[in-house]
């Protein structure tokens, strides 16, 4: 005892003034600190970041500093026994203090119990005291005494005691460790769910979701684990074990750091400039829309190093051992390979889908044509698929896989297929032809498998047609033998018109020219290519004579241009009194004569007998044959008796047939 009393004394004064030197330079630091935290609340993230750092650095400095004020006091030794114990039981101090001390430093740069603009992660105040309170004393207790206390015991009264020592203060921390994971079981596992669910999507979120039904056995677990082991070989087991767990810990705050800050600046999204916006404005929200996708590959590639690493830590796997063989080089390179492949081909693929979208851009360059347009979108379809079976090839390729057989096992499939599905080849062959043939378009007004329609939809297979009806018609490419597009480089509205037999055509083809003069003042001038063309009587009609004019308008234009023609024809029509007939039939009773009149009808006896009765004239039969001709109108024509009637019967006045 009195030797454990003379190595307590001799090292009191050095304890004394390092505690002493640290606790003031603490209280300067505060001022700086405070300077630091105002900062950091004025500043941005990443300045933010900068003053944390700052701050971590300037409280080891105050550690180390008064570590070296210790140092210098203990060189300086007032009492140095013969054997030296004195300078050994400082020296153990010394780097107790160090090592505890940058233990504390972490803690409070992690936590930041005083200044919250420099807490890294989010925590309440309170929260925040809390566990850098419990976890500081922890540390103190646990570090003094194994680096301090335990080996002056041991030195200076024996082995055995200092094992007692030992194992009653890490026994009593285990027990209070329990306690508080058992009473913040479930605060942590509500922080935790509360941290998942802003990650959903991302592995660390359902790690995070897991991890908090069993955090507390975990934990529990682990400190279990560390006790017996450390019970069982402190010299080699408990030295292991906490480097390894420091070690992951650290592995696991660089993985997720280098996560966030990378989430961080993905999450701020893409902007590109104005003037390549307006170029290609599907760009900007194309790369923002892979931005997600790359960042999810990155994450896990981290998690995956991370998992490695920690493997390595704990003696799991030789990771850098399997590296450093040829398999795990060959393997290392395969992966970096099939990396910058998938790269490059992200890349390449954005390039052609730029170039697509600036193509098709109509306010740069030239404005596309329906046929670029389609065959630009068919052009880039394709090239995605090739382009994905390369890289998929190419990927395989690195890891060692022969693609030959796979390329000879595709054409053998395709050949097959093409067999099977002929009917298919037939559709991409006929529609190939039709493209390049540039036979239709989207946007044309086409007959194509016997449906004429507007084309909305154009692939390499079929086509779409979208009738007046509204019906959404899609048609293969087998089942058309014929084209008719009614908008390739210009079309025609024919106006055959008929006019009645009583009109003089000069005054009906002069009236057309008047109409086509009063379409163009409509509107229509911009739409009419060339004047009318006026190509005269055309046929003799049953009940009209046939006038045929063409207009030559632009592609498309022919349909409303046409409509409104014809308003404008009968509007000029009804005012100059020209008759635009319908089908009807006059019946004359006998003929005409020279002068066009209609001579009396002749009766004639059939066979002598009683007199026939004579009157006014059957007309069920003439005017049911009148009738079912022209149902709409009826014209009246009277038929003169010459001759006196026959005897006994009422001569008529007239006779109406129709």
Do not use: C
């Not at 802003?198 to 039904?213: H, K, P």
């Not at 390179?333 to 052609?352: H, K, N, Q, R």
């Not at 329609?453 to 007046?468: K, M, P, Q, W, Y």
């Amino acid at each position: 005892m009195q030797s454990l009393w003379n190595a307590v004394r001799n090292s009191a004064l050095v304890v004394v003034l390092t505690f002493a030197v640290y606790l003031a330079l603490r209280l300067a630091f505060a001022r700086f600190q405070r300077t630091f935290a105002n900062a950091a609340t004025r500043g941005g993230r990443f300045e933010r970041f900068g003053f944390i750092g700052l701050s971590a650095l300037a409280d080891a400095l105050t550690v180390l500093a008064a570590w070296a004020i210790g140092s210098v006091s203990s060189l300086s030794a007032f009492v140095i026994d013969q054997a030296g114990q004195a300078e050994m039981n400082r020296a153990l101090f010394l780097n107790a203090f160090l090592v505890i001390e940058f233990i504390k430093v972490l803690a409070r740069t992690l936590l930041a119990p005083r200044w919250p603009a420099l807490r890294i992660w989010t925590l309440s105040d309170t929260t925040a005291a809390y566990w850098y309170f419990w976890l500081s004393r922890f540390v103190s207790v646990v570090g003094y005494t194994t680096f301090f206390l335990a080996p002056i015991i041991a030195i200076n009264v024996s082995e055995d005691a200092a094992q007692v020592v030992r194992v009653v203060v890490m026994f009593a921390a285990l027990v209070l460790a329990l306690i508080i994971i058992l009473q913040n079981r479930d605060q942590v596992r509500r922080w935790l769910l509360r941290r998942s669910e802003t990650r959903r999507t991302d592995i660390l979120g359902r790690f995070l979701a897991s991890l908090a039904r069993l955090w507390h056995v975990v934990a529990i677990g682990y400190l279990v684990l560390v006790f017996v082991l450390w019970l069982a070989a402190p010299a080699m087991a408990l030295p292991f074990v906490l480097a390894a767990t420091v070690q992951s810990i650290v592995a696991v705050a660089i993985g997720v750091l280098l996560t966030g800050v990378i989430a961080r600046v993905a999450g701020a999204g893409i902007n590109l400039p104005a003037e390549v916006s307006e170029r290609l404005p599907l760009l900007e929200r194309r790369l923002n829309a892979f931005v997600p996708n790359v960042l999810r590959v990155v994450r896990i590639l981290v998690a995956a190093v991370v998992l490695l690493v920690i493997a390595q830590f704990w003696r799991a796997a030789d990771v850098v051992g399997w590296l450093s063989s040829e398999v795990g080089q060959r393997f290392a390179v395969s992966i970096v390979s099939a990396i910058l492949i998938m790269l490059v081909g992200g890349l390449i693929y954005l390039a052609v889908q730029s170039w697509v979208e600036y193509r098709l851009n109509p306010n740069y360059g030239h404005v596309p044509s329906p046929r670029e347009r389609t065959l630009l979108a068919l052009f880039r379809n394709a090239f995605v698929v090739a382009l994905g079976v390369l890289i998929v090839m190419l990927v395989l390729s690195e890891f060692g896989v022969n693609i030959g057989p796979l390329l000879a096992g595709a054409g053998v499939v395709g050949l097959a297929v093409g067999f099977g599905a002929q009917k298919l080849v037939q559709d991409v062959i006929t529609g190939a032809f039709i493209q390049f043939e540039n036979a239709m378009n989207e946007g044309d007004v086409v007959t194509a498998g016997g449906v004429t329609g507007t084309v909305e939809r154009l692939t390499i297979r079929s086509v779409s047609l979208r009738t007046l009806d509204g019906a959404y018609h899609l048609i293969p490419f087998s089942s058309v033998d014929a084209v008719t597009n009614f908008m390739k480089n210009f079309s025609y509205h024919v106006a055959s018109i008929g006019v009645d037999y009583e009109a003089s055509i000069p005054e009906v083809k002069q009236a057309m020219h008047d109409a086509f003069d009063k379409l163009k003042e409509a509107g229509f001038a911009g739409d009419i290519i060339g004047d009318l063309e006026m190509h005269g009587v055309t046929e003799f009609a049953d009940s009209a004579i046939l006038v045929r004019a063409r207009i030559k308008t632009k592609p498309g234009k022919h349909f409303a241009l046409g409509r409104a023609y014809n308003e404008i024809i009968k509007e000029v029509f009804d005012e100059r009194g020209i008759e635009i007939p319908f089908p009807h039939v006059t019946f004359y009773m006998g003929g005409e004569d020279k002068a066009g009149k209609s001579p009396p009808p002749r009766i004639k006896r059939q066979h002598p007998g009683p007199k026939p009765t004579t009157g006014k004239p059957k007309r069920g039969a003439a005017t049911s044959a009148a009738s079912a001709k022209s149902p709409k109108r009826r014209r009246k024509t009277r038929v003169t008796q010459d001759g006196p009637p026959d005897e006994g019967q009422d001569a008529p006045d007239q006779t109406e047939v129709s």
